[in-house]
């Protein structure tokens, strides 16, 4: 069992920065492909980014393709997303992920998922 706590959320201005963190615990040995999922007031939860194990393979939503940054730190046991340029639209609760090692980042279906962080962004 994997057990996942995001941190990082918080309020800022349309083209501010921010890094949320995922930190996992328990059977953390496994080499576990990781993900952002995100959901705003009355929408449906999306895919935002996800990551191999070792790192070298992302893939990443077209809403945030070339601003956000998914990576991850596995001796610190940590996923990161940095959001930069960031818009309104990005307003949502973020969710860190995590999924069998063999999952396909082209069709990521999460079985582990954290509480989530609350990210704002203001006009």
């Known amino acids: 069992q994997l057990r996942l706590v995001e941190s990082g959320g918080g309020l800022v201005q349309a083209g501010e920065s921010l890094r949320l963190s995922c930190a996992a615990s328990g059977r953390t040995f496994i080499p576990y492909v990781a993900g952002w999922f995100r959901q705003a007031l009355g929408k449906e939860r999306e895919f935002v980014a996800a990551?191999?194990?070792?790192?070298?393979?992302?893939k990443y939503a077209a809403s945030v393709k070339d601003r956000f940054t998914i990576s991850r730190d596995n001796a610190k046991n940590t996923v990161y997303l940095q959001m930069n340029n960031t818009k309104p639209d990005d307003t949502a609760r973020y969710y860190c992920t995590a999924d069998q090692p063999n999952s396909r980042l082209d069709a990521y279906r999460p079985a582990y998922w954290g509480q989530g962080t609350q990210v704002t962004v203001s006009s």
């Open positions: 990551i191999n194990w070792g790192g070298g393979s992302t």
